[in-house]
């Protein structure tokens, strides 16, 4: 009988026959559609359920229950069946494989050379295998695979282990390393030579495009290089595109037998993939497939990106989550990173970066899906902010001392000689201040006030005693009169500016005469006249200036409080005064 055809066609696709060549060719068929259009290239990419062949490490990043099920179609009425599964547990997941492949219709020939009947070959291969991370971002796993190949007259079996690597650096990048098909084959009485092979890949991700990159080294054959891209103009679709330089031989089937490509259409859970693949005068093979992922409670996950508010930029920025997980940890260069398994529920993050705002943002989690989202962190501006500290009634310099809250919290001492303080550096924003005197006599004041970028904002603050009198020089009535003139103005502005910057104080107004009666038909007595210079002044305060009326009393006390003799003009000039007086605080 003479060799079986089969063999010598794969001989063709996975290198040329003879000493040395690897039995079991289809343990190095690249299952499953994705990958395979891409070249062949998943080592470092690969987190789904065919992981399982491609790298078991790639199954700690299985998120979900997922089935995949596939079916390639070669030339010459071969035919390959695969199953691929993956089910979260513990650590990682717990991954499954079976391959069918088969070839009907071969010709037998006997040893004169005359055809016989027609036969079948096929082979099984039965995988499984455990993925499991062993930090953040870094997972190992390994799988047993054992196989039955049927040659008509003959057969042969063996088993196997793969063990791989995979880790994230960054966000952007993926590294992995596998080594395949580590065990032994039994053909009759001997061993027989496994397709041991061992691989490193790398995976870049670039935005809307996946950029894969392996290197895999065969024990019977050189190095190949296999790379792929793929591309998703929105969601739902992807495009893929690939090129490999082995297992098959480009020398005898052209270097065009390299090219791999195809596409992929998600719809909910499903994604329905195809690949095709020239193999030169051979022929075309197509690959067609159909994947769900049954995502549990708690496999949702987040794709948070952190970018400059203004060139939206990304940045590198430490992010802390509180809520439906708990998480501490820093974007990389790319500004992302990647949370996974997060239950559904309210997820509060926490962003900062020095130089920039913080931020606090919430969102929910479906817990069954990925999501993304961005973050946009505002640059710190800077300005300052400068002023006295002085005695409300002297308006002379006592110090004290500046504490402020915002952005930024902190307090600041202010000059005793010159009662000057700077705030500096400040980054821009809404803050509050409140200046408090040298002393416990003086009452502290507060104020709210912006600080806008590059520059310097000017506040003074003037503070009044606690039971402070101050009298309001120059408010001199008219001979028996209570009406307010308008040169009055600028001195009554100064106890509306006392009021308004402390708002927390109440004050009598207190009206005073000299001991000469003045008695007229509106005011029959100094008392009425005192009284009514007073209220003349609050309601002055209260409607010019718009001081709460409860604030405010006023009290005339005619000539009883006199401040200086009363036997002089100058004495009586001096009686004849307001006075504001701080009554207490609300």
Not at 363 to 376: F, K, L, N, V
Not at 439 to 444: I, P
Not at 494 to 517: F, K
Request: glycine share 14%.
């Amino acid at each position: 009988m003479s060799y079986l055809a089969s063999s010598a066609l794969l001989a063709v696709l996975f290198g040329a026959a003879g000493s040395g060549t690897a039995v079991m060719p289809v343990l190095r068929i690249e299952q499953g559609p994705r990958l395979a259009a891409m070249g062949g290239a998943g080592i470092a990419l690969v987190g789904d359920a065919s992981a399982i062949y491609w790298n078991p490490a790639g199954l700690a990043r299985v998120s979900g229950t997922s089935f995949a099920l596939s079916h390639q179609q070669w030339f010459a009425g071969i035919k390959d069946e695969v199953l691929h599964a993956a089910l979260p547990s513990g650590l990682g997941a717990i991954g499954l494989g079976l391959t069918y492949s088969g070839e009907p219709g071969i010709e037998f020939w006997d040893h004169n050379n005359f055809p016989g009947d027609t036969f079948s070959t096929w082979n099984g291969v039965l995988t499984a295998g455990y993925g499991f991370a062993v930090a953040k971002d870094w997972h190992v796993g390994a799988a047993v695979k054992s196989f039955y190949q049927s040659l008509y007259t003959s057969g042969g079996y063996g088993g196997a282990c793969d063990i791989g690597f995979a880790c994230r650096p960054l966000p952007f990048l993926s590294l992995g390393a596998v080594a395949r098909n580590l065990g032994v084959a039994m053909y009759g009485p001997g061993l027989e030579q496994m397709p041991i092979e061992a691989g490193v890949g790398g995976g870049f991700a670039l935005g809307p495009a996946n950029v894969v990159l392996d290197f895999v080294l065969p024990i019977d054959n050189g190095v190949s290089l296999r790379a792929g891209v793929e591309y998703k103009p929105i969601p739902e679709l992807a495009l893929r595109l690939g090129y490999r330089t082995g297992p098959q031989d480009l020398g005898t089937l052209g270097a065009l037998s390299g090219l791999t490509a195809g596409l992929g259409v998600g719809v909910g859970p499903f994604s329905l993939d195809y690949a095709i693949d020239p193999y030169g005068k051979l022929g075309l093979s197509h690959r067609i497939g159909l994947a769900t992922a049954l995502s549990a409670r708690g496999a949702g996950s987040l794709r948070l990106k952190v970018v400059d508010g203004t060139s939206m930029d990304p940045l590198s920025a430490a992010v802390t989550t509180t809520g439906t997980k708990s998480y501490q940890g820093r974007t990389g260069i790319s500004g992302e990173v990647m949370l996974t398994r997060l239950p559904a529920g309210e997820l509060v993050i926490y962003t900062s970066r020095q130089g920039y705002l913080p931020r606090v943002d919430s969102m929910y989690i479906a817990g069954d899906r990925e999501q993304s989202a961005t973050i946009a962190l505002s640059p710190l501006t800077y300005g300052a902010i400068t002023g006295v500290i002085a005695d409300a009634e002297t308006r002379k310099p006592i110090g004290g001392r500046v504490a402020y809250s915002g952005a930024v919290q902190g307090s600041t001492g202010a000059d005793s000689m010159l009662g000057n303080y700077t705030l500096r550096s400040l980054p821009a924003g809404q803050y509050r201040l409140t200046a408090s005197g040298p002393t416990d006599d003086y009452v502290a004041q507060t104020c709210s006030m912006r600080v806008e970028p590059g520059r310097i904002t000017t506040k003074d603050f003037y503070l009044v005693r606690r039971r402070q009198t101050i009298v309001l020089h120059g408010v001199n009535f008219e001979t028996g009169k209570a009406a307010l003139l308008p040169e009055f103005d600028s001195i009554l502005a100064r106890a509306g500016e006392i009021l308004s910057m402390n708002p927390g104080i109440m004050v009598e107004l207190a009206g005073h005469t000299d001991p000469r009666e003045i008695a007229t038909t509106e005011y029959p007595s100094n008392w009425e006249l005192s009284q009514a210079r007073a209220e003349a002044v609050r309601q002055y305060l209260v409607i010019k200036w718009g001081i709460a009326p409860e604030r405010l009393t006023s009290h005339g006390y005619a000539d009883t409080q006199p401040i200086a003799p009363n036997n002089t003009e100058e004495g009586m000039a001096r009686n004849r005064r307001t006075e504001f007086r701080i009554a207490g605080q609300q």
